[in-house]
């Protein structure tokens, strides 16, 4: 029988689903000492929701689930510790599954068809649904969202405080433009995971990112050169709610910032904002120096050649001006992952 299951909504958009059907193990759930002592077969369907958009325009696996790690990882739970009760197994595969990056709800539902009945039956399930709000798990999902807010990050309804014109969320999710960069530690894969985190943030889609260049540091003092790269996001978050998040996600990766223009493990900055202009005393909006900054418009232009920010004009006729001293070292990133290694061929008939 083929689980069906509802959609799911984050921000109004229905999300996608991964789903894995029929995962099959011999575990010693249940009541009695002798399910305790025999074992028997347990199977799970799980239905994982999830946005694929930024994995389907880029080709990266990582910026999706990974069935495989999806299957692999509730045969673990479903062949774990045992617990008594059919709720209790469907509870810990729901929450090891929300666990995984970008996955906002589950549903699973969990088969016993050796159940110790005393009438004929076909099988013997619980059902259930579990999101990342209704599972807890709100505060490890936070990842760059706005702290000291009181609204859940899941309840995009809910009003946040509003002081000006950057606190005022957009009536649906509008367009924005993120640039960054890094110089100290394993630049590529942070500048990598920053883009899944941002991604997993309520109220963020990764629509599309730039190639990646490589660029010398802007001022300040002597220091490695610069990976670079933008992301354009749709977002139903506030400008500063934006900020608030872009600032988790370089806190979580280690930012620091005793010094002016010093080196950095993750910057991450708001370009553009649905084309607002603004200028307050902890945001402007254009970022008021993106004009002058060549490792933001040379990407920015190989990502969307018709760009155009407010006050400059065609983001690709001020690239060509500043161009020199950026180099592209990835046309396609994130690069697309490796497909896995073909199985060995069998030996032919007959062959020793």
């Known amino acids: 029988m083929t689980f069906e299951v509802a959609p799911f909504h984050r921000s109004g958009v229905q999300l996608d689903q ?19 002592e025999s074992g028997q077969v347990f199977l799970a369907d799980v239905v994982a929701h999830v946005s694929t958009h930024p994995a389907a325009l880029t080709d990266d696996l990582a910026l999706t689930v990974n069935y495989s790690d999806l299957a692999d990882r509730v045969a673990e739970v479903l062949a774990g510790d045992p617990s008594d009760l059919l709720e209790t197994v469907a509870e810990h595969v729901a929450v090891a599954v929300l666990q995984m990056g970008g996955v906002e709800c589950v549903d699973v539902r ?14 013997v399930t619980v059902t259930i649904r579990r999101d990342i709000r209704t599972a807890d798990l709100t505060a490890d999902k936070r990842i760059g969202s706005s702290s000291g807010l009181s609204d859940d990050p899941l309840d995009m ?30 630049v590529e894969p942070t500048l990598r995971e920053a883009v899944h985190d941002l991604h997993r943030v309520a109220g963020i889609e990764v629509r599309a990112t730039s190639p990646l260049v490589l660029s010398k ?64 005393p902890d945001l402007t909006l254009p970022h008021p120096r993106a004009r002058e900054r060549a490792f933001v418009l040379v990407p920015w232009a ?20 500043l161009a020199e001293g950026v180099t592209v070292v990835a046309p396609v990133w994130p690069a697309p992952a490796a497909p896995p290694a073909a199985a060995p061929a069998p030996p032919a008939a007959g062959l020793v």
């Open 157 to 186: 309804s809910a009003a946040p405080r509003v002081n000006d014109i950057a606190d005022e969320r957009p009536l649906q999710p509008v367009p924005a433009l993120l640039a960054l960069g890094g110089n100290i530690g394993d």
């Open 18 to 36: 991964i789903a894995v059907h029929g995962i099959r193990v011999t575990a010693h759930h249940g009541v009695y000492p002798q399910e305790r």
């Open 217 to 280: 540091p802007a001022g300040g003092p002597e220091q490695p050169d610069y990976l670079n790269a933008v992301v354009r996001i749709h977002t139903a978050l506030s400008p500063r709610e934006l900020l608030a998040a872009c600032h988790g996600i370089e806190l979580a990766h280690g930012r620091e910032r005793g010094i002016l223009n010093g080196p950095r493990t993750l910057d991450i900055d708001i370009v553009d904002f649905n084309g607002m202009q603004v200028s307050l």
């Open 302 to 321: 190989a990502m969307e050649p018709d760009a155009v920010l407010p006050g400059v004009g065609r983001v690709a006729d001020a690239a060509a001006v």
């Open 110 to 123: 969990i088969h016993k068809p050796q159940a110790p009945l005393h009438v004929e039956f076909s099988d």
